[in-house]
């Protein structure tokens, strides 16, 4: 996309507002509920999202003023001197405002590049100070969706929360797969162990749910395609590495719940406005990150210990070694939580 002057109807140049966040995926789809709210509230204003390639896919539907500029920060802009080829590139842009929606070495010393440039500039404010309180059992940390916002606020552009889905204003895409209902999707994986469920427990709640009539759609990458292969029996099919970024928002988008652990699946459930339940382990909503709109206490399964939570994001391995955190959730329990959430939205339809 080539980055050239645009003016308003009155021939004045419209006022630029650049936001830096390059990863990760569930945390760049957390930013999009609050990015689209902004845009939306002031279509006076352009915004530009700088991030991924692969996370640009996210960005379905952006309101009319909202662009994305891919950068590829792993091959063609790495170290110091790709910070400063990424600046050079932004600039071309003159934007009046910077958005820091990361807060790590690389974007803050793109927001400083561009405060010596003149440019009114925020930060997200991430709290570190705080984490060993909220590790403590101290006061939960504000949700990042709030602090996003807060971003904005402080730029000069407060909104409210009008996003609803990428898929609200035009017509949703086929799912490529068909969809039988009622439908939950399970994504059974994290990025760290101590997020992630048991899996031969996991398999129990997909055979549980198969038993009662319920269509299972597991969800994964490529390295779990084959052991979630051998999860398919009638009513659960696995499309772990079938589809690509949209394809899987596309299917996400038709069912009925998407069962997630702490990981970038319940985010991807909020693009489209589709119910979630997220299980938790060595996180908890306590350290911020539970997904847009997801309010309810029925939107979580979590077994709670004096030790939870270990961590802000996630260990490798459970400090105590013995996951009880999440091995003492049994697969009735979440089993019932999926189907009372399936109860719950029947009666909403009615």
């Known amino acids: 996309m080539p980055l050239s002057s645009s003016h308003s109807a009155s021939g004045q140049r419209r ?45 379905i539907n952006p309101p009319a003023n909202l ?17 400063l ?36 500039v925020a930060m997200v404010d991430k709290d570190r100070s705080s984490r060993k309180y909220v590790l403590a059992g101290g006061e939960p940390q504000r949700n990042y969706i709030d602090r996003y916002f807060d971003v904005f606020r402080k730029l000069g552009f407060p909104a409210e929360r009008n996003f609803t889905s990428i898929f609200d204003n035009n017509e949703a895409p086929g799912s490529p797969v068909e969809i039988k209902h009622p439908a939950v999707g399970i994504a059974p994986f994290a990025r760290y162990a101590t997020k992630t469920y048991p899996l ?22 490529k390295a779990e395609a084959d052991m979630l292969a051998t999860w398919e029996k009638p009513g659960v099919v696995s ?53 847009y709109n997801q309010t309810s206490p029925a939107d979580t399964v979590m077994f709670t210990l004096p030790c939870q939570p270990c961590s802000i994001a996630g260990n490798k391995e459970c400090p105590k070694g013995h996951m009880n955190c999440l091995r003492s959730i049994s697969p009735d329990a979440i089993f019932d939580a999926i189907v009372g959430r399936l109860e719950q939205g029947k009666r909403k339809k009615e």
């Open 15 to 59: 006022k630029r507002v650049l936001i830096i966040r390059f990863s990760a995926l569930g945390d760049v789809a957390m930013t999009l509920p609050v990015i689209y709210s902004v845009a939306s509230a002031y279509p006076e204003v352009e915004f530009y999202v700088a991030t991924r390639p692969l996370f640009s896919r996210l960005f």
């Open 67 to 83: 662009m994305v500029i891919p950068i590829d920060i792993k091959d063609k802009y790495q170290g110091a001197k790709g910070v």
């Open 85 to 120: 080829g990424i600046a050079h590139r932004l600039n071309a842009l003159h934007p009046d405002y910077v958005a820091d929606l990361h807060d790590v070495i690389r974007s803050w010393l793109l927001t400083e590049y561009f405060h010596f440039t003149g440019a009114k």
């Open 200 to 221: 031969e427990l996991m398999n129990s709640v997909v055979l549980m749910l198969a038993k009662k009539g319920v269509n299972v759609y597991l969800f994964g990458g």
């Open 239 to 291: 499309l772990a590495g079938k589809f690509d970024l949209a394809g899987e928002l596309a299917v996400i988008n038709g069912l009925d719940l998407m069962v997630s652990m702490d990981s970038a699946n319940q985010h991807l459930a909020a693009l489209v406005d589709t119910p979630v339940l997220t299980i938790w382990g060595s996180t908890t909503p306590a350290c911020g990150f539970l997904g």
